[in-house]
Nanobody, 130 residues
Framework: QVQLVESGGGLAQPGGSLRLSCAASGFAFSDYAMSWARHTPRKGLEWVAGIVSDGSDTYYGDSVKGRFTISRDNAKNTVYLQMNSLKPEDTALYYC???????????????????????WGQGTQVTVSS
């Protein structure tokens, strides 16, 4: 069965960095786009970063652009999220999620959650605090 297992979350200081990993199994990883999303009680679900199946195109939410980098290693069935210059407002539960297609459509549709994602990991908590 499909499994997405996130790791790498934890406590970071403002201005610091963390790298999240998502190990995927149970499907042909290189055939599907992947995304990271985060949830907070105040803001709800926010789409953070996305990457198409072959890694040739990436998408970022406005709040993380220039600070976060998504990448994938199709040989290792893993997607990563490098988070730099962390801010307290990045504190959230971060989820890895599998898209239903190779591509992610327009960034406008993706950022508003209109691109189908059918499997989600259990989430990893990121807390940014001094």
């Amino acid at each position: 069965q499909v499994q997405l297992v996130e790791s790498g979350g934890g406590l970071a200081q403002p201005g610091g960095s963390l790298r999240l990993s998502c190990a995927a199994s149970g499907f042909a990883f290189s055939d599907y786009a992947m995304s990271w999303a985060r949830h907070t009680p105040r803001k709800g679900l926010e789409w953070v970063a996305g990457i198409v199946s072959d890694g040739s195109d990436t998408y970022y939410g406005d709040s993380v652009k220039g600070r976060f980098t998504i990448s994938r290693d199709n040989a290792k069935n893993t997607v990563y999220l490098q988070m730099n210059s962390l801010k307290p407002e990045d504190t959230a539960l971060y989820y890895c999620t599998k898209a239903t297609k190779r591509a992610l459509g327009s960034i406008s549709l993706w950022s508003r959650g209109y691109i189908d994602h059918d499997y989600w990991g259990q989430g990893t908590q990121v807390t940014v605090s001094s």
